[in-house]
Each structure stands twice: as C-alpha cells, then as structure tokens.
C-alpha cells in the first residue's frame, strides 16, 4: 500500500487560512484517486475532499464547497487542501486517504484503504 504522510495543520483564526499537504510513497502516487476526510472526537470520519488520478476530477462536501479546493502534484508525489475562510467547526483532525483507481474514474468519496497518521487543524473563534 501507499504510505501517506500529512502535515501543515495548525491554529488559525476564524477567518484565515491553512494549507495541508500529504506526502506519499511506496507505489506510483498517479495511480491513486486521493482524498481529505476529518473528524472530531465523538464523530464519524467525514469526507471533506476528493480528486481523481490526474487531478482533472474533483469533489467536495457541501459543508466546504467554496472554501477548500484539494489540488495535487504528480511529479512530487503530494496532494493539497487549501483551506480558506476558515470557521470554527472547521477544527477537527484531517487525514489524507488513497484508493487505487482506474485511469478514467472521477473523484471518489468512499472506498479509501490508505489513510495517514492525521494533522489537527484548530480554528479560533
């Protein structure tokens, strides 16, 4: 599998913004749909973002549609979430997630088997 590493989280003010990354290895990172999920203590794993293979495919959840914009870079194996206007109910620990995929799929929001270690991103009121 895919070995998946993030980091960029931090404490921001409602308001500002963030950019996480997510590192991978171990397999050809093209080959991979990936995606951003969060949760919070208490809660589910929620699907925040989704990008297919070349990155020409994206998705997001309704709740971060305008705001976040989740981009990648084949050539340095890393996909992105920027984060803008953050709120508060933005905070939470996101993770990076891979899936194996067809060259021609779209974005995806389910089916991830590879996910990291988690970045907590904390926003301030």
């Known amino acids: 599998q895919v070995q998946l590493v993030e980091s960029g989280g931090g404490l921001v003010q409602a308001g500002g913004s963030l950019r996480l990354s997510c590192a991978a290895s171990?397999?050809?990172?093209?080959?991979?749909?990936m995606g951003w999920f969060r949760q919070t203590p208490g809660k589910e794993r929620e699907f925040v973002a989704g990008?297919?293979?070349?990155?020409?495919?994206?998705i997001y959840a309704d709740s971060v549609e305008g705001r976040f914009t989740i981009s990648r870079d084949n050539a340095k194996n890393t996909v992105y979430l920027q984060m803008n206007s953050l709120k508060p109910e933005d905070t939470a620990v996101y993770y990076c997630?891979?899936?194996?995929?067809?060259?021609?799929?779209?974005?995806?929001?389910?089916?991830?088997?590879?996910w990291g270690q988690g970045t907590q991103v904390t926003v301030s009121s």
């Open positions: 997630a891979a899936k194996m995929s067809p060259s021609y799929s779209r974005a995806i929001e389910v089916g991830y088997n590879s």
């Open positions: 171990g397999r050809t990172f093209s080959n991979y749909a």
């Open positions: 990008i297919s293979r070349s990155g020409g495919s994206t």
